[in-house]
């Protein structure tokens, strides 16, 4: 019900748009997660836009990745600029709903999408 897409490898310094587009879930407006795990890692929250637009960036991100949505597509999108190796993971989108402040944790989350790779290299 949530499908990433825009993975792939670039060089460091390089830039992709990942895409996540949700189907079939309960509720409309869901705020919606992009998280990221790396081998060996624990999964880190990169960033979260809510339904009424409000968003935040993991320190790591914040000034290079930017997070957008298409309600009429039911779809997020995470631009990611001047890539480098240490944002090599597999990346996940997640929804739930008025999380509020809880939305930085990973159990507030209901649904998540199959991941997919970003490697920068």
């Known amino acids: 019900q949530l499908v990433e897409s825009g993975g792939g490898s670039v060089l460091p310094g390089g830039s992709l748009r990942l895409s996540c587009t949700a189907s079939?879930?309960?509720?409309?407006?869901?705020?919606k997660g992009w998280y990221r795990q790396a081998p060996g890692n624990e999964c880190e929250l990169v960033s979260f836009?809510?339904?009424?637009?409000?968003?935040w960036y993991s320190d790591s991100v914040k000034g290079r990745f930017t997070i957008s949505q298409d309600s009429a597509k039911n779809t997020v999108y995470l631009q990611m600029k001047s890539l480098n190796p240490e944002d090599t993971a597999e990346y996940y989108c997640?929804?739930?709903?008025?999380?509020?402040?809880?939305?930085?944790?990973?159990?507030?989350?209901?649904?998540w999408g199959q991941g997919t790779q970003v490697t920068v290299s």
């Open positions: 836009i809510q339904s009424t637009g409000s968003t």
């Open positions: 079939g879930l309960p509720f409309d407006d869901p705020d």
């Open positions: 997640a929804a739930t709903w008025a999380c509020g402040a809880a939305c930085i944790r990973p159990s507030v989350y209901s649904y």
